[in-house]
């Protein structure tokens, strides 16, 4: 196929998704799991017409899997409109924290016995596969500002902190793996004070400044100028800015990047409190809701409230259109490629993360939540994993992983992503329909 009738493929692609959202939705599988059988039915288990390796382009895959990343953990944060002292935040914590160690801890020690990987290599693995994925979870995630469920929180703050806390865990791997015996006291402490420690209290506090600090300028200046023009940029330069700054402090540009959102959302918070008549209206109505960003040159009171309402708006909306057309790419590529990485073997380690790693270590984190048996079973089922696993594995050819236990790592873990993203994606709507109807 040539570049017109890849360009014609790809924009029939987009049309034929696009109108039919309607049955898709209501349709046993997923979108992205639709995706993903477009790309096996391209790759050479279908018609052989397209043969990608992300292994081969582990560098390419790795920057774009980051950009995806960043921008899907920007529209996270972004979405979560909570005050950072908020009970809800405490659950997504305990999961990305306490609740990541232990996924990390079983899935080493199952890796390693069923597997017969070393321990440098299943710790490796448990890292790429441990973090649940921001893009994927969509029919998860908070859907809106207003959205106050607390699974959906609880997912969504987990997923916008667990691909930070991950990292530098992988990280250790292979500064274990390069060494070939347990790192020197020297490494450990290097790991700990800057790859750990730093790179998550970095990460945030950057993220957080400059999305707040930019919020404000951004909502300042429209105001003075009186300006209705469409601000997609500014989300564009939050998560550019943010993603860059920290990792060239050897940051977490991940956790960088959803704290920035989180930061431009407290921005406009700041600005309602100050403007707002009503101290209910913080809460209840925010600020991007108050205005219909289409109609901005119709808007008669340019008050600072609805200046900020079209920064978020705007962000919202070009961030939200850039993390679908990337995660739509990638899981597609994911299929092409699954060909020469399929490893049936791997199976039973997904059915022991899905079932028993997984939610224990949510039941164990979770024990004097407060929340219903329900509602913990719910978070330890829905962690799917994604593309976050795929920059993991790209990320890991990149910093020295080779040779053929380093191949069977990135079979496994693209097999289990696999499985993940159908046996996940095809539970999560009859799940939330449940768990709805047992709400009330």
């Known amino acids: 196929m040539g570049y017109l009738a890849w360009t014609a493929a790809a924009g029939g692609l987009l049309l034929l998704m696009s109108l039919s959202y309607g049955w898709i939705s209501r349709a046993p599988i997923p979108v992205f799991g639709l995706y993903l059988l477009v790309g096996i039915g391209c790759g050479p288990w279908g018609l052989d017409i397209v043969n990608l390796d992300i292994v081969e382009h582990a560098s390419l895959t790795s920057r774009i ?174 998560i550019c800015l943010s993603f860059s700054l920290a990792m060239s402090l050897s940051a977490s540009g991940f956790l960088a990047a959803f704290a920035a959102g989180i930061g431009l959302r407290s921005a406009e918070i700041s600005v309602q409190k100050k403007h707002a008549e009503k101290e209910e209206d913080i809460h209840d109505f925010p600020a991007e809701m108050q205005i219909n960003p289409h109609t901005r040159h119709g808007i008669e009171e340019r008050t600072p409230i609805k200046s900020v309402g079209l920064v978020i708006g705007d962000a919202l909306s070009f961030g939200d259109t850039v993390e679908r057309l990337l995660a739509a790419g990638l899981i597609i590529v994911l299929g092409v490629t699954l060909s020469g990485h399929w490893n049936a073997s791997a199976l039973l380690l997904a059915l022991l993360i899905f079932v028993v790693i997984r939610p224990l270590a949510v039941f164990f984190v979770t024990w004097r939540s407060g929340t219903t048996l329900l509602h913990r079973a719910s978070l330890g089922w829905l962690g799917i994993r994604g593309i976050g696993s795929l920059n993991y594995i790209a990320y890991a050819w990149v910093h020295g992983m080779q040779g053929a236990d380093a191949t069977r790592v990135t079979d496994i873990a693209l097999t289990i992503v696999t499985a993940s993203v159908l046996v996940h994606g095809i539970s999560v709507t009859p799940l939330m329909a449940m768990l709805r109807r047992k709400e009330g």
Do not use: C
């Not at 893009?135 to 699974?151: H, K, P």
């Not at 865990?169 to 390069?178: G, K, V």
């Not at 347990?182 to 209290?201: G, I, K, N, R, T």
């Open 65 to 238: 899997t980051e950009i995806a990343m960043a921008a899907s953990l920007f529209i996270t944060g972004l979405k979560i409109r909570l005050p950072l002292t908020f009970s809800y935040w405490r659950t997504g914590i305990l999961l990305a924290l306490p609740g990541m160690l232990l996924t990390i801890a079983g899935i080493m020690v199952a890796a390693h016995y069923l597997t017969g990987l070393s321990w440098p290599l299943s710790l490796a693995l448990a890292a790429i596969l441990a973090p649940t994925d921001p893009v994927l979870a969509s029919l998860v995630s908070i859907n809106d500002a207003r959205d106050g469920d607390q699974l959906r929180i609880a997912l969504s703050s987990e997923a916008g902190l667990n691909d930070g806390t991950a990292l530098p865990f992988l990280m250790l791997a292979l500064i274990w793996y390069q060494a070939g015996e347990v790192p020197a006291v020297e490494e450990w402490f290097a790991w700990v004070s800057v790859d750990l420690f730093w790179a998550l209290a970095g990460g945030l506090l950057i993220g957080f400044a400059l999305g707040r600090i930019i919020g404000l300028i951004a909502t300042r200046s429209r105001h003075a100028q009186g300006d209705m023009a469409p601000s997609d940029f500014v989300a564009l330069a939050l």
